[in-house]
């Protein structure tokens, strides 16, 4: 018996061996490369030419079939898996590309940001986790982000997927650090509950992390704002106050460096004082008016934001590069570490060798596998330089101003709040119009402006009432684009309101 097992197994490698190994290379590169380089010319030829097509259009329903047929079991060829995207996906874009598109805080993308992603995706590394040239781009892209941001040259930082994941990091390291006991161990059961602070204006994603945190929802007081949409200073110094006397650990403060409401930033030198008085963390949420820091026509829209305990902060809205990549700095690196360190022994550095990395990112932040998103903004900087991001941040908020007083000065539109820095909010009010009727017109107006591919805003409420948002960190703008927002703005609204 044993002879014949030894036998079937002989013949069985020697079966094995004949078999060749089936990749997932191509089996003709040429026709493959021919498919690549024809990919590569036609996104270029989309980012040369997007102004001249419409800001959004509409998937056909009749198309909707198409994105539910099943996965298909047999190989189709990247020829026919390309001719679908030119067919299915290209002609259908967000939008976020077109000098029209104001609607949330997308970035646009660059040319050059779109040769980085390729390179980035054809490397296919794991970054900063081995000893390769990825992880030390990735290091001197947080170096340079630390200088930007006017952090110490001891702090630590991590590049994340977006600002939601830089906001948990930052919150995460402020919990451990604010605690009084070990959350990293024990974690929050039967404690104290630790308390958030930020305005009513704070991101949904601080409520979030807080949830995912074992803070809890409910531990995230949201304070009152000023006429100006900044945190109310004296609000927030009774409810941390009140929470002390109430047996609560205050213990988190967040400061918004550009809400994405209304683009208002808070008292951050103020916020800072408090933070120390009170002994709290305090973290910024800087999504995209971080970047105001990068130019001296702007940096006195983020005063204090140096002062941060940790930042949060995008770099695929305000510097357009491409989705999707944030980062998170953190003042004090030991802290940092103890929040993420791992002891696992299959991630023990090794002296020398792949392994051979004194500082890798899984003791910075919650991932291992990572791709390699600081590609991308090291490239861009390469190619652009840090001073001109600081150009385009002081041109968008110049525009912004403009465009307000463009609005001030019309009659038959409204300036909803105050527009300090690149989101401006308003509706069309002409008089006559009664105000029980200004939510559904306005509604109306946004939808057809998007639906008409003539420019997408977005819309937000202010004191309850409907806005156009316009958030302009679009490198593409200018300041034509935002006249013709306001016209069609009117046009629209006259044609609907003579309708009803």
């Given amino acids: 018996m044993l002879d014949a097992y030894y036998s079937m197994t002989e013949q069985h490698r020697q079966h094995v061996a004949r078999v060749p190994k089936r990749t997932l290379d191509p089996s003709d590169w040429r026709a493959h490369r021919d498919v690549a380089h024809r990919a590569l010319d036609e996104m270029l030829d989309y980012q040369q030419g997007v102004a001249d097509g419409p800001a959004w259009r509409a998937v056909p329903a009749e198309l909707d079939a198409e994105y539910q047929t099943p996965a298909p079991l047999e190989a189709q060829g990247i020829e026919r898996a390309y001719d679908d995207f030119l067919r299915l996906v290209m002609p259908y874009p967000t939008g976020n590309a077109h000098p029209r598109f104001w609607g949330w805080v997308p970035g646009q993308g660059t040319p050059g940001g779109l040769i980085a992603a390729l390179l980035a995706g054809g490397m296919n590394n794991v970054s900063g986790q081995f000893n390769d040239g990825a992880s030390r781009v990735h290091d001197q892209v947080i170096t340079w982000m630390i ?152 940096r006195h829209l983020v005063r204090g934001l140096d002062r941060a305990d940790s930042l949060a902060f995008d770099l695929h809205k305000w510097t357009s590069v491409p989705y999707d990549v944030g980062c998170v700095l953190v003042r004090d690196a030991d802290a940092h570490h103890r929040s993420f360190a791992s002891a696992a022994n299959y991630l023990e550095p090794l002296d020398r060798g792949t392994a051979a990395v004194q500082d890798p990112t899984n003791g910075r932040g919650l991932q291992l596998s990572r791709g390699f998103r600081a590609l991308k903004v090291w490239m861009s900087i390469k190619e652009h330089g840090m001073a001109r991001f600081g150009e385009v941040a002081a041109d968008c908020v110049r525009q912004t101003s403009e465009f307000s007083a463009l609005v001030e000065r019309r009659d038959d539109l409204e300036l909803m709040a105050p527009a300090p820095m690149c ?78």
């Fill in 423 to 500: 989101i401006a909010c308003f509706r069309y009010a002409p008089r006559g119009v009664p105000d029980d009727q200004l939510d559904g017109l306005n509604r109306e107006i946004l939808m057809r402006l998007q639906e008409e591919g003539i420019a997408v805003p977005s819309s937000t409420r202010i004191d309850g009432s409907f806005a156009l948002r316009v958030a302009n960190t679009n490198h593409r703008t200018t300041f034509a684009d935002l006249e013709h927002l306001a016209e069609e703005t009117v046009r629209l609204g006259r044609s609907i309101y003579a309708g009803n």
């Fill in 147 to 298: 200088d930007a941001m006017g952090f110490p040259t001891t702090a630590s930082g991590i590049l994340t997927s977006g600002g939601s994941v830089a906001n948990l990091v930052g919150i995460a390291v402020g919990r451990d650090a604010q605690a009084g006991f070990d959350t990293v161990a024990g974690g929050l059961a039967g404690e104290d509950a630790l308390r958030v602070y930020g305005s009513v204006e704070t991101h949904s994603s601080v409520v979030k992390a807080a949830q995912l945190l074992g803070i809890g929802r409910d531990n995230v007081v949201l304070v009152p704002i000023n006429d100006r949409f900044e945190i109310d200073a004296a609000a927030l110094a009774e409810a941390i106050q009140r929470d002390r006397k109430a047996g609560h650990r205050p213990a988190v403060l967040i400061g918004n460096a550009g809400t994405v409401g209304t683009g208002a930033t808070d008292d951050l030198d103020l916020l800072a004082d408090i933070a120390a008085d009170a002994n709290l963390w305090f973290h910024v949420d800087g999504a995209f008016g971080a970047i105001a820091a990068w130019s001296d026509e702007t």
